[in-house]
């Protein structure tokens, strides 16, 4: 490598198995207070990725996250929770792992070695060019993630690289390099710790600003939500009855009648 693998590098705390319960906590913690700052050194970049996404997503775009592990994991749970957040259609925001769905669950031995698989798996939902693919990677060199983001390159796609390893492969084959350096893990080598953290981070932005942009939250309220349980149907018709001013009883009613807090309002106003 002609990089720094930081991600590699050894912990700043050793003999952990001599320190006890309170002092370990208190340890771990202490890393995690440098994850916020190292992502927000990358907003600029998250900022031109979610502008890029916003703009596709008007013309029928979508976003394609692809990854291994804890990384694939992350993109998958992002993507999970935007249907029933924003009430978009689960085909928009897609979460892809190496290994397939088996591998959310159980690890699938040198799944993340195949650097043909992540195209194949982005050509089943028959990619075009407005659509963007996002690698998440902490090491910045899986394989998978990296033929899957040269496949998207070569077929015209707008493609980002999330990774913990500043001038990594990753984040020199991609258009839009997002590099979140957090340092040594608290346990040397263990991605899932502040690395997981930091990308989790950087994906709750990417899709929140995407979904705002896109029109899906008014104010500050999330009224495309699907109403899929006793909680989101009181939050909805509390939504209703705050945006409107009217009571408990008069907000619900509306809310049955039109399924949704958007439409909702826009008939109480009308």
């Not at 709750?204 to 009224?223: D, P, Q």
């Not at 909805?236 to 409107?244: D, K, N």
Request: aromatic content about 4%.
């Amino acid at each position: 490598m002609s990089y720094t693998k930081i991600t590699e590098t050894p912990s700043n705390h050793d003999n952990l198995e001599q320190l006890d319960t309170a002092v370990l906590l208190q340890k771990m913690n202490k890393e995690d207070k440098k994850v916020a700052d190292a992502v927000a050194l990358a907003i600029p970049q998250i900022t031109e990725l979610v502008d890029a996404l916003a703009e596709r997503f008007e013309k029928g775009g979508r976003l394609f996250y692809i990854g291994a592990g804890t990384s694939g994991r992350l993109g998958i749970l992002d993507a999970s929770e935007i249907p029933p957040t924003y009430g978009m259609p689960h085909e928009r925001v897609v979460g892809l792992i190496a290994g397939g769905d088996i591998a959310i669950r159980k690890s699938v031995e040198h799944a993340e070695d195949d650097s043909q698989q992540a195209w194949s798996d982005l050509m089943v939902h028959e990619m075009t060019d407005l659509d963007v693919v996002v690698g998440i990677a902490a090491s910045g060199t899986t394989p998978y993630v990296l033929g899957g983001i040269a496949d998207a390159k070569k077929n015209g796609l707008l493609t980002a690289g999330i990774t913990n390893n500043p001038g990594s492969p990753l984040a020199e084959v991609v258009d839009i390099p997002i590099e979140m350096n957090v340092g040594p893990e608290f346990v040397t080598g263990s991605t899932r710790m502040k690395s997981g953290t930091s990308q989790k981070l950087a994906l709750n932005m990417i899709s929140t600003a995407l979904m705002i942009r896109i029109g899906r939250v008014k104010g500050n309220k999330m009224v495309h939500m699907q109403l899929s349980n006793n909680k989101l149907v009181d939050r909805g018709v509390r939504y209703v009855a705050e945006g409107l001013g009217i009571s408990y009883d008069e907000a619900e009613q509306l809310l049955q009648k039109h399924g949704s807090v958007k439409e909702a309002i826009a008939a109480g106003k009308s």
